[in-house]
């Protein structure tokens, strides 16, 4: 199973938007609504930010939304902040009881 | 509070066989599947496998690279998950993480322990 596609990095100045975009097939993110979203501070454990999607768990600033379109799932981060700068990477269930992670996104808040 | 706290990672030779552990607290671990998720150095995340629980029959499945080498199994007397390494590759040198997945049915996985880095090396 091949690893979702991500792009390698995306940045933006503080207050900005920007949108990660996370590409698979019709066998993962275009078949399911599972879509979920990580983010991980270096030397840190990842934490859920979206999950089914659109849904952000309780405690995650409604600054990040999530929404899906045929085979591509995006996550948006509006009104950027520094401590927004990490990696962020996307998941899908998969079929069969297996999943797949996105390649990452290196976030940079100029 | 939940808390996941992996052991067990270690420098092991090409070939050989490790066991981590994953103590589990302040949640009903007998009510939860559980997957590993794995990080290569300064690479990204991989699903390893999950675990259900024995209420909803206790299976285990497996990503493809792991298949047949590694093995999950959990005690719930002891509110520990397991992922027993056989026939270890160097690519298999990671974080190994320990994780819960959401309300059942889930795919999401929604807390995760600290880590334990597995080195494979000869």
């Known amino acids: 199973q091949s690893a979702l596609t991500q792009p390698a990095s995306v940045s933006g100045s503080p207050g900005q938007s920007i949108t990660i975009s996370c590409t698979g097939t019709s066998s993962d993110v275009g078949s399911y609504n599972l879509v979920s979203w990580y983010q991980q501070h270096p030397g840190k454990a990842p934490k859920l930010m979206i999950y089914?999607?659109?849904k952000r768990p309780s405690g995650v600033s409604n600054r990040f939304s999530g929404s899906k379109s045929g085979n591509t799932a995006s996550l948006t981060i509006s009104g950027l902040q520094a401590e927004d700068e990490a990696d962020y990477y996307c998941?899908?269930?998969?079929?069969?009881?297996?999943?797949?992670f996105g390649t990452g996104t290196k976030v940079t808040v100029l | 509070e939940v808390q996941l706290v992996e052991s067990g990672g270690g420098l092991v030779k090409p070939g050989g066989s490790l066991r981590l552990s994953c103590a589990a607290s302040?949640?009903?671990?007998?009510?939860?599947?559980m997957s590993w998720v794995r990080q290569a150095p300064g690479k990204g995340l991989e699903w390893v496998g999950r675990?259900?629980?024995?209420?909803?029959?206790?299976?285990?499945d497996y990503a493809a690279p792991v298949k047949g080498r590694f093995t999950i199994s959990r005690d719930d007397s002891k509110n520990t998950l397991y992922l027993q390494m056989n026939s270890l590759k160097t690519e298999d040198t990671a974080v190994y993480y320990c994780?819960?997945?959401?309300?059942?049915?889930?795919?999401?996985?929604?807390?995760w322990g600290q880590g334990t880095l597995v080195t494979v090396s000869s």
């Open positions: 994780t819960t997945e959401g309300v059942v049915p889930a795919a999401y996985f929604d807390y």
């Open positions: 302040g949640f009903t671990f007998s009510n939860a599947w």
């Open positions: 089914e999607v659109s």
């Open positions: 675990i259900k629980s024995k209420t909803d029959g206790g299976t285990t």
């Open positions: 998941c899908s269930y998969a079929g069969s009881s297996t999943f797949v």
